[in-house]
Antibody, heavy 120, light 110 residues
């Protein structure tokens, strides 16, 4: 069965770039009609959709984060990645990667999440 | 694109029914029947419970149901059980391949 696993530094300094990778196992990231997304959750707060990438490479970003976000896919490694630039303490959160089938208006499979703290 | 509005908390006794509301706008909830609901236990990843307003994924109890009226979607849990105690989030399609979540509701089973 398909599984997602986030990885990356747990601590990032203010003004630097946060970089995370989501590894897909048990299936191909290149399978047609799947979107791969990033969602975050600040401590004690709600979920926030960051953005998604279609298997073909088309990207869609939350307008509030669009100027700082880049999502990319590496089909050779069966991974997709998140880069968030110019981070501040407000970007401290658990970051989840998730799958959304094209024919399903919902995120059906989630990674376990990874905590990223922005601090000097 | 503002977060959908959910009550901060709801509670109910075992066996009772509760309903969680999720209020958006005519640009998201009101325009599309594409609201999903997620259950999140402490320290765990969210789990999909309802999609496209009222559909249940395989394996989700039929005690969970969803509906929509105007700009407000609702999640109803009937026959409350202790294991239903968790945070619940709604999410709606907002057009142009964008998505918006609600602020979350903490369900307490008394």
């Amino acid at each position: 069965q398909l599984q997602l696993q986030e990885s990356g530094p747990g601590l990032v300094k203010p003004s630097e770039t946060l970089s995370l990778t989501c590894t897909v196992s048990g299936g191909s990231i290149s399978s047609s009609s799947y979107y791969w997304g990033w969602i975050r959750q600040p401590p004690g707060k709600g979920l926030e959709w960051i953005g998604s990438i279609y298997y073909s490479g088309s990207t869609y970003y939350n307008p509030s984060l669009k100027s700082r976000v880049t999502i990319s896919v590496d089909t050779s490694k069966n991974q997709f990645s998140l880069k968030l630039s110019s981070v501040t303490a407000a970007d401290t959160a658990v970051y989840y990667c998730a799958r959304r089938p094209g024919g399903l208006a919902a995120f059906d499979i989630w990674g376990q999440g990874t905590m990223v703290t922005v601090s000097s | 694109q503002s977060a959908l509005t959910q009550p901060a908390s709801v509670s109910g006794s075992p066996g009772q029914s509760i309903t969680i509301s999720c209020t958006g706008t005519s640009s998201d909830v009101g325009s599309y029947n594409l609201v999903s609901w997620y259950q999140q236990h402490p320290g765990k990843a969210p789990k999909l419970m309802i999609y496209e307003g009222s559909k249940r994924p395989s394996g989700v109890s039929n005690r969970f149901s969803g509906s929509k009226s105007g700009n407000t979607a609702s999640l109803t849990i009937s026959g409350l059980q202790a294991e239903d105690e968790a945070d619940y989030y709604c999410c709606s399609y907002a057009g142009s391949s964008l998505w918006v979540f609600g602020g979350g509701t903490k369900l307490t089973v008394l």
